[in-house]
């Protein structure tokens, strides 16, 4: 089945470091991924969309890679702040376009 | 421009009784996703509506749940007897439409809990 998946549940890290987080996707070829934040008790934020023929895309402090060969994209935060703590999913249509759907999710604890 | 709202925040309802989750979607959106999110998981995907039709419902379980979104009014989750394995928090999003370059706009969720 489509599948897409995020297999760190938590990453932490110290104040200032880069955060890398990895989304692998399965079955399926996502013509884009999107990338959320949420925080707890709180819906999800869209914070960024990568297309599968981009390379990368940035914003601000974060930048986002597709890698088609690897089915896989990356999603870092550079110079990370404790308020950068949170869990970020990573998502995308499936193949019949009918529905989001999302990896797991990574916590992300920034420790100052 | 109001964000999705979902009410009510906090839901609590005994076993065997109904629970009616609603979802007002930003306006102008006509497309509108429910999701399932347990502790410690992530977003599971239950249905997704345009105005009066339903296009994928293949994350709802057969039985007991239904989803709708009418012409005028908000879209509603319906768990008709919960059970206790009901308890989690339901989430609404919106979108002004599915191509693919859409995002997704999230309500703050309902959190159902079945006693």
């Known amino acids: 089945s489509q599948k897409i998946e995020q297999n760190s549940e938590a990453l932490n890290i110290q104040e200032g470091k880069t955060a890398t987080l990895t989304c692998n996707y399965t079955?399926?070829?996502?013509?884009?991924l999107q990338w959320y934040r949420q925080d707890p008790g709180r819906g999800p934020v869209f914070l960024l969309l990568?297309?599968?023929?981009?390379k990368e895309k940035r914003k601000e402090r974060l930048k986002v890679t597709f890698d088609t060969t690897l089915k896989q994209s990356l999603f870092h935060i550079t110079a990370s702040q404790p308020a950068d703590s949170a869990t970020y999913l990573c998502?995308?249509?499936?193949?019949?376009?009918?529905?989001?759907?999302f990896g797991k999710g990574t916590t992300l604890s920034v420790s100052s | 421009n109001a964000g999705v709202m979902q009410n009510p925040r906090h839901l609590v309802r005994r076993r065997g009784q109904e629970a009616r989750l609603r979802c007002s979607p930003m306006?102008?959106?006509?497309?509108v996703y429910w999701y399932r999110q347990l502790p410690e998981e992530g977003l599971k995907f239950m249905v997704y509506?345009?105005?009066?039709?339903?296009?994928?419902e293949s994350g709802m379980p057969k039985e007991r749940f239904s989803a709708e979104f009418p012409k005028e009014g908000p879209s509603i989750l319906r768990i008709q007897q919960v059970v206790r394995g009901d308890s989690a928090a339901y989430f609404c999003?919106?979108?002004?439409?599915?191509?693919?370059?859409?995002?997704?706009?999230f309500g703050q969720g309902t959190r159902l809990t079945v006693v």
């Open positions: 999003a919106s979108s002004p439409g599915e191509e693919a370059n859409t995002e997704a706009f």
């Open positions: 079955n399926y070829s996502p013509a884009y």
């Open positions: 990568i297309r599968e023929n981009e």
């Open positions: 998502g995308g249509r499936n193949q019949a376009g009918t529905a989001l759907i």
């Open positions: 306006k102008g959106h006509s497309h």
């Open positions: 509506l345009q105005k009066e039709n339903i296009i994928d």
